[in-house]
């Protein structure tokens, strides 16, 4: 959602229109429960909002609760925080704990919910606070100066301890990598004066960005699958490569020269044999594509072959046949990148997957 240039970054209003919008991608399964006015019991899929301090809003907050949704948002360490963290006891503090579940070295978790004032924050909130000895670079506060540790904290409604809870809640910023993938796709600087073109830009940007993201989850793996937008555009994008067809079967045809032939090779072959990409490629479109495409379109009649066909000389019975439209025909171009998107499109057919069903966690 593109905003003016003036807006707020903890406008709740904003917050709570982006959570619609999320909500309105997922599927009518995972959004029940998750209506205002509906029981929490009709819950069936759970969701979790995380945000940082920004969305530390009581409208927000609020918001989430009415719709049925836990939230992990970040908390800025303030007076009450501050009075807080002196008053806890250094044996409450945990170690906190990474991924693999091993042991995060210089951090510790401990929960202030009984020792700060959460009364105007919803029923049940806990207020949970990681401290960490500083890296270099790290923005301390006067009273993390005085301390000698890095202080961040956080409110949330789940239960469950506290280290895996924070470590949740740390996991949150992957979204500065998915904002740096977004400026590398184009978002780095708007090119239109006006604010509709700019609104434009911004969804052209962020269709690229699903496909990447989409294209590295399904087509590829290991480092290529987390690498940045520029490396998977000089690596894959750029490949020299075409789809030739053969009988009724579509082939990759990779470069043989090109340094990443093999991994491309093994990885986008599978996908590019699908039945729904043959028909993307025009050598099959399926009736109930041409229908979409064309609801005015009134079909041809059926065609029998004659008597003196081939097919009735071999025995078999008449077989009925349609003309396909011309203009659905057309021959595209042969660049990669268009096909790409068209493989990551077949496999969302296939798993059933939507796009950005899941970013609503970010």
Request: proline share 6%; glycine share 8%.
């Amino acid at each position: 959602m593109l905003r003016p240039g003036n807006a707020g970054a903890n406008t709740a209003a904003d917050h709570v229109k982006m959570l619609d919008a999320a909500l309105a991608q997922l599927p009518a399964a995972w959004r029940t429960g998750h209506r205002i006015g509906d029981d929490r019991l009709d819950v069936v899929h759970p969701i979790v909002v995380r945000a940082d301090s920004a969305g530390a809003t009581h409208g927000f907050v609020d918001a989430l609760v009415e719709r049925n949704i836990g939230f992990s948002i970040g908390f800025d360490v303030d007076g009450r925080v501050s009075d807080a963290l002196m008053l806890a006891q250094e044996e409450d503090w945990v170690p906190a704990v990474e991924g693999d579940g091993s042991r995060r070295p210089g951090a510790w978790v401990t929960e202030l919910t009984a020792l700060a004032d959460l009364a105007t924050w919803p029923a049940g909130t806990r207020l949970i606070c990681r401290r960490e000895r500083p890296h270099p670079g790290a923005q301390l506060s006067l009273f993390d100066i005085g301390t000698g540790f890095r202080h961040t904290c956080f409110l949330t409604a789940s239960a469950g301890e506290a280290a895996p809870l924070e470590l949740r809640q740390r996991r949150h910023a992957r979204v500065e990598d998915r904002i740096r993938g977004a400026k590398a796709c184009g978002l780095r600087n708007f090119p239109f004066e006006d604010f509709v073109r700019n609104e434009a830009w911004l969804v052209l940007v962020l269709i690229a960005q699903d496909l990447l993201a989409w294209t590295a989850r399904i087509c590829l793996d290991g480092a290529l699958a987390r690498a940045e937008p520029a490396t998977v555009r000089y690596q894959l994008l750029h490949v020299g490569a075409r789809l030739a067809r053969r009988g009724r079967d579509v082939h990759l045809r990779i470069d043989s020269a090109w340094p990443w032939r093999n991994p491309l090779d093994g990885r986008l072959r599978p996908h590019a044999r699908r039945p729904l990409l043959s028909d993307l490629l025009g050598m099959r479109w399926p009736r109930s594509f041409i229908e979409a495409q064309h609801p005015n379109h009134v079909p041809e009649p059926l065609v029998e072959r004659g008597p003196a066909s081939a097919a009735t000389r071999r025995g078999r019975q008449p077989v009925a046949m349609r003309r396909v439209p011309r203009p659905l025909c057309r021959r595209t171009n042969n660049r990669l990148g268009l096909r790409i998107a068209w493989v990551v499109t077949t496999a969302f057919e296939d798993q059933q997957v939507l796009i950005g069903g899941d970013r609503l966690a970010e």
